[in-house]
């Protein structure tokens, strides 16, 4: 069976290629390192320069719907792709797709449309329409409230992705057009290619496609750069949502080697799923808690070599929850060797069957490369490598003081 490998073009593209025979369906992701947070940039000329609030997500309109081929969606399941879309995040832009059939016809399109865009005030015009009625359907989004609110509470920084109409409306045809002649270059994008196909043929293919495109520029685009620490240590939002406590712990990973910020997530993700997941002693507690609702939630991410690991409890005791967590995460030397080797077999269970789907194979792949700069998969020899003594002195070197709450208020008191 084939591994997963990264191959870097002489344009500087990173391509993450897999091909399996034994698998009906192919994927397909081309990922630009530009997203809603993206506040400037440099241009070929090494001058920088600003960027309106939303522009990452209206170009990723732009592109989909004003591609010199039609709309590239469209066109996309006009060759019965079995789904094709895009999205913007924090971070990232991304355009993808997945199909059976025609697949070199798929991903030729694909790449040729992308690379094939001209700009015209009146198709602008037109696309700004769609992003429009997304920010006003927005004004609504309850979750999209807290995730800003908790993020901004940490960060320097959380830009809402869509922008607000004010800075849409700023947005010219020449300056979408000077951002993505700069940004949608080889060197600050990863294509992703997973299926079944002859890697030899597409790899080729790849490669002419690109031979016959030239960019005015080709470099990375500068990251964010991380200036504060936590920003707000409690805050109180008052929305029509259930009462809620969200503790985030911020942890420092910046210093590290990728290896070790790999590993070190890994074990945080453990810790937090052996105290603060449906199956731990907490939510036995919280369940039984008349002032709760729910179970506890618990998720860990990463967003400017900070790692975060996240509670969310559903309660009216604010305090009584809030100290709880403190006194559990205070108390780790108290996790059970027999907890660790549990949540180590789970992992190896979930890791020996991904490659029963291709995207649940690439996936984690994409994250660990993007994320840790660790391109590889996650293999059963690397977690069988983790063990307990190494789990409790990594928890013990983390600064759990480091940390912000908000609590969520029902406003119909």
């Not at 290629?17 to 192919?26: A, L």
């Not at 959380?158 to 270059?185: A, C, F, M, P, Q």
């Not at 031979?211 to 008052?238: A, C, G, H, M, P």
């Amino acid at each position: 069976m084939n591994s997963a490998k990264f191959i870097t073009l002489d344009n500087g593209l990173t391509i993450l290629i897999y091909s399996d025979k034994s698998k009906s369906t192919n994927h397909v992701e081309l990922i630009t390192f530009f997203g809603g947070n993206n506040t400037s940039f440099r241009d070929k000329n090494d001058l920088v320069k600003k960027v309106h609030k939303g522009t990452a997500h209206l170009l990723e309109h732009y592109i989909c719907e004003q591609t010199d081929y039609g709309n590239l969606i469209s066109n996309l399941k006009n060759l019965n792709v079995l789904s094709a879309n895009a999205c913007t995040n924090s971070d990232a832009t991304i355009f993808y797709f997945d199909t059976v059939r025609n697949f070199s016809a798929c991903l030729r399109l694909f790449l040729t449309s992308i690379f094939s865009v001209s700009f015209d005030k009146d198709k602008l015009e037109k696309t700004k329409v769609a992003v429009f009625n997304e920010i006003r359907d927005d004004k609504d989004n309850i979750s999209r409230e807290i995730l800003d609110v908790k993020v901004k509470n940490i960060f320097d920084m959380n830009v809402n992705v869509l922008g607000n109409k004010t800075s849409i409306k700023k947005i010219g045809h020449r300056y979408l057009k000077d951002i993505y002649e700069n940004i949608y270059v080889p060197k600050n994008q990863l294509l992703v290619v997973a299926g079944n196909f002859d890697e030899e043929i597409i790899l080729k293919m790849i490669c002419v496609i690109y031979e016959k495109l030239t960019f005015k520029n080709n470099k990375r685009i500068d990251s964010i750069v991380e200036k504060r620490d936590i920003v707000k240590k409690e805050d109180v939002l008052r929305i029509d949502s259930l009462d809620e406590v969200i503790m985030s712990f911020k942890i420092d990973t910046r210093g590290m080697n990728n290896f070790n910020k790999y590993k070190f997530d890994w074990y945080l993700g453990m810790f937090g799923s052996i105290n603060f997941s449906k199956l731990s002693k907490f939510n036995d507690i919280v369940r039984k808690d008349k002032a709760c609702t729910g179970d506890v939630y618990c998720g860990t991410y990463l967003k400017n070599g900070y790692n975060v690991l996240e509670i969310m409890v559903y309660t009216k005791e604010r305090e009584k929850i809030k100290d709880m967590i403190l006194n559990i995460v205070s108390d780790f030397r108290n996790n059970k060797r027999d907890d660790f080797d549990l949540r180590k077999k789970e992992s190896l269970m979930r890791v020996s069957v991904r490659k029963d789907s291709i995207k649940s194979y690439v996936s984690p792949i994409i994250d660990n490369y993007i994320l840790f700069g660790y391109p590889h998969d996650d293999t059963l020899e690397f977690i069988e490598s983790l063990n307990y003594d190494e789990y409790i002195e990594t928890i013990s070197q983390i600064d759990f003081s480091n940390y912000s709450v908000l609590y969520i208020e029902n406003n119909r008191k």
